[in-house]
């Protein structure tokens, strides 16, 4: 069991038993899958740092580093293959992805494996600090516990200053729920969350911003670069979308608003007009609608089409030419009846509709009342509006989940 | 909501854009600066007027720009970088730097939140209300806004708090001062040769220039999540919150300076300044610098408590932010401490004040010297700050402000130990 910290200002001894000088940085080769191991160390003489391969090391431990050789260094230019172990990873912030934490390199965990030294893991207890200050020694710290996490769990930090630029784009933060992505932003300084969003597919991008807290999220979407905000709210439900741009200051609002789409931007412009936590505020344009003359095929065949852009499909909202809303078919009746059928013939005809005024609570009791997973909201007219579906209801029901 | 249009703004509206961000941007700048206006600030001026008169205003003119400069340079490294001061210090010096200064630093807020305390124990004091109801109802409201508000709210109460100072400028009005003294002897430096003077000076740079306001500028400017393109308008900002601090200062030491010295009244400190000024510039005057008093130990409590999770969680990784409890239990938990620990001890009968006030400043005095060296470096870091880095102008003018309050500070400390 070896720390780097250990390893840092250790003796540099050559072949000939003269002293070269004090190790300063360990190397390591690093292919994102892997272990990274150990290629050679770096130290400083004058303002120079020198490089010294690992096939010339005969013994790396905590009291000295021995060589086969001398003089068989060379100098060190940056080299982007290469992580510098005390330079761009010690004292640096990572997400730990196993756990779901930001965390901060305390020390670093080095494990010899066959001939190679690996970097095995990250040390991020107090047990390491007090290590490195050299206060070991007291009572207590034998009673303090290391806290190790695997190298595997480690996700650099995009766009933190220091020189990990991403040489090694992890992306083991892509396979992380959205909600714990949101959750490891939230811990950030806004400028690395935002940069960490940015990072993302602007469609888990568009999924991990509607899982932010929203005290957090004002500030944050302000921090977006507005071309890359606008790519973002293209991939969104139109109800966060127009959140989201409510959320907004008028001059980013503009800017933002300038870059979406035509269709977009009439959408969400159209949903803008309604405020809050009633219906209107709430609901969606992104539902399935077909005519009732269409034949249940045309139903289906209607889903697999948009089902990409629209997350809800669960109903099928049957609307005439004049957008007058008939009756709801489900997608259980659609598969389960003969496909040669109209809509019109299978559809239900009580109407549950709301209206942009109704409250969310007034929306709960309904949705809860008819065991509903969505209902439309209808002007005086019967006229469709949008929908609101029961997880934007919840969200305000139990705010903090 | 507004309805939105996508067509280009006309001038108009870029004009009015361009207020939009101003107003946007501004804040973190006058609530930084007026957070160094707390209670030991405030009986600074108090004292400083009242013993000498109008002869301590020119440093109070040249601190205003030292004051500008420092502050500047931490809104500006928060900005670029997106972090705190004590993450910098960390991730680019060594971690025995890094704890030293912070513990340092910690301690020393310590004792700062003391002072805040004693500030409102006076106020009650003067009231009549009794220290153990006042002094659990300040840690009590504060710890209620802070724990409980958004950053937003925060803000706006901070916001709020830093106006009310202006009860000083109409209390300084009120005292009816020589005005063209007053401004004579802030434009011409005029001494006193003696140690209390220079005693009494180099405390009104130690309160306003301290660690911790260069820990609280940077960290508010990194939440406040303003982007680095809008410098421009933060540093404005910053300006314009270090002249309103000493603003409210010269007041103060011109309502005290047209009173108290006047008449050759001594004072130790701000409430007791308060209580005197009564018959000299009404009852009305009186309250005005209580109720001042009373305000800034409040803003400065909240402040320094704040300030001290920040770092403390920032140096030994465990981060948390203003706007997230549950995930951040260490900087609560830090907050919490250090404003009911101190309540605890303020209400200690005898407690030894003094002493400790000038422990902290002792403290301040080694720990800036390594701040402001790490700071300079940090800013003169081109793969940090990019094109925001220290021009050969600021860098002139930077060194020479550090040198200067460097060179003060120590100064007070040989004295303090010679004194003894």
């Known amino acids: 069991m070896l720390y780097l910290s250990q390893l840092l200002n250790v003796k540099i001894i050559d072949s000939r038993e003269v002293f070269v000088a004090r190790l300063k940085d360990v190397v390591v080769f690093n292919d994102g899958k892997n272990y990274p191991y150990v290629v050679g160390i770096i130290f400083q003489k004058g303002k120079d740092l020198y490089f010294i391969k690992f096939e010339h090391i005969e013994t790396l431990s905590t009291a000295e580093v021995t060589l086969n050789k001398f003089d068989c260094w060379s100098v060190w230019g940056e080299n982007e293959k290469f992580l510098l172990l005390n330079k761009d990873v010690m004292d640096e912030q990572i997400f730990d992805v196993d756990s779901i934490k930001v965390v901060r390199v305390n020390d670093l965990h080095l494990v010899k494996i066959g001939d190679l030294f690996n970097l095995v893991g990250i040390d991020v207890s107090n047990k390491a600090l007090l290590r490195r200050l050299g206060l070991s020694s007291l009572p207590f710290v034998r009673f303090m516990q290391v806290k190790l996490i695997d190298w595997h769990s480690v996700n650099f930090i995009q766009g933190n200053v220091g020189s990990i630029k991403l040489k090694t784009p992890f992306k083991k933060l892509e396979k992380l729920h959205p909600a714990d992505i949101a959750n490891l932003i939230e811990n950030l300084t806004l400028h690395q969350g935002s940069n960490v969003v940015q990072s993302l597919h602007d469609e888990k991008a568009a999924e991990v911003l509607a899982e932010i807290e929203p005290k957090y999220k004002d500030t944050l979407l302000e921090k977006i670069n507005p071309r890359n905000l606008a790519r973002i709210l293209e991939e969104m439900p139109t109800d966060e979308a127009a959140d989201v741009l409510q959320d907004l200051s008028e001059h980013k609002r503009l800017l933002v608003f300038k870059r979406l789409s035509e269709r977009k931007a009439k959408v969400l412009n159209r949903l803008s007009k309604y405020k809050g936590n009633v219906a209107g505020g709430l609901m969606t344009a992104d539902y399935m609608r077909i005519h009732p003359q269409n034949t249940i095929a045309d139903a289906v065949d209607e889903i697999r089409r948009k089902s990409a852009e629209h997350k809800f499909i669960y109903h099928v909202f049957v609307v005439d030419e004049s957008d007058v809303l008939k009756g709801v078919v489900s997608i259980r009746t659609l598969i389960l009846s003969d496909k040669h059928l109209k809509v019109v013939n299978v559809m239900s005809k009580i109407l549950i509709t709301v209206k942009t005024t109704t409250s969310y609570e007034n929306v709960a009791r309904l949705l809860t009342k008819y065991n509903l997973l969505s209902v439309a909201v209808v002007d005086q007219q019967g006229k469709i509006k949008g929908i609101v579906t029961i997880d934007d209801v919840m969200r305000l029901l139990v705010p903090h989940a | ?420």
């Open chain 2, 1 to 420: 909501m507004k309805e939105i249009s996508g067509k280009k703004p006309s001038t108009w509206m870029g004009l009015k854009l361009k207020i939009l961000l101003i107003l946007s941007v501004v804040g973190p700048g006058i609530i930084t600066g007026t957070a160094d206006n707390d209670a030991g600030g405030i009986t600074t001026y108090s004292v400083a007027g009242a013993s000498f008169g109008y002869k301590m205003l020119w440093i109070l003119f040249l601190v205003t720009f030292i004051l500008a400069i420092t502050q500047e340079m931490g809104a500006r490294l928060g900005l670029v970088t997106g972090k705190g001061l004590a993450a910098l210090i960390r991730e680019n010096f060594s971690i025995k730097i890094t704890s030293f200064v912070v513990l340092i630093t910690f301690l020393a807020n310590l004792a700062n939140i003391l002072a805040e305390y004693a500030g409102i124990s006076s106020v009650a004091d003067i009231y009549g209300v009794p220290r153990w109801i006042a002094v659990p109802l300040a840690s009590l409201s504060i710890w209620f806004v802070v724990y409980k508000g958004s950053f937003k709210v925060v803000q706006k109460v901070f916001l709020t708090s830093s106006f009310l100072f202006l009860s000083y400028v109409f209390a300084g009005i009120m005292s009816k001062p020589d005005w063209q003294m007053a401004f004579n002897d802030m434009l011409v430096p005029s001494f006193v040769w003696t140690g209390e003077y220079f005693y009494t000076a180099v405390a009104l740079i130690g309160t306003t220039i301290t660690a911790w306001g260069q820990f609280f500028v940077q960290s508010y400017f990194v939440d406040k999540g303003i982007s680095s393109e809008h410098l421009k308008y933060s540093r404005w900002d910053v300006f314009m919150g270090a002249f309103w601090t000493n603003f409210v200062a010269f007041f103060i030491i011109v309502a005290t300076a047209a009173t108290l010295y006047k008449s050759g009244i001594k004072i130790d400190d701000a409430a007791q300044a308060a209580t005197a000024l009564a018959p000299f510039a009404g009852v009305l005057a009186k309250h005005l610098f209580a109720w001042g008093l009373l305000n800034a130990s409040l803003l400065g409590l909240a402040v320094v408590s704040m300030t001290s999770a920040y770092v403390m969680t920032e140096a030994f990784g465990w981060e948390g932010r203003v706007d997230l409890k549950s995930e951040s239990a260490s900087y609560y938990g830090i907050f919490a401490f250090c404003i009911f620990s101190m309540a605890l001890i303020i209400l200690i009968p005898g407690l030894p004040l003094i002493p400790i006030l000038v422990g902290s400043q002792m403290l301040n005095t080694f720990v800036l010297p390594i701040l402001f060296i790490c700071i300079l470096k940090l800013l003169n870091n081109g793969k940090l700050m990019g094109d925001k880095k220290n021009s050969l102008f600021m860098n002139v003018i930077s060194w020479l402000s550090v040198i200067f309050l460097v060179g003060m500070s120590l100064l007070l400390v040989i004295m303090t130990l010679l004194n003894r």
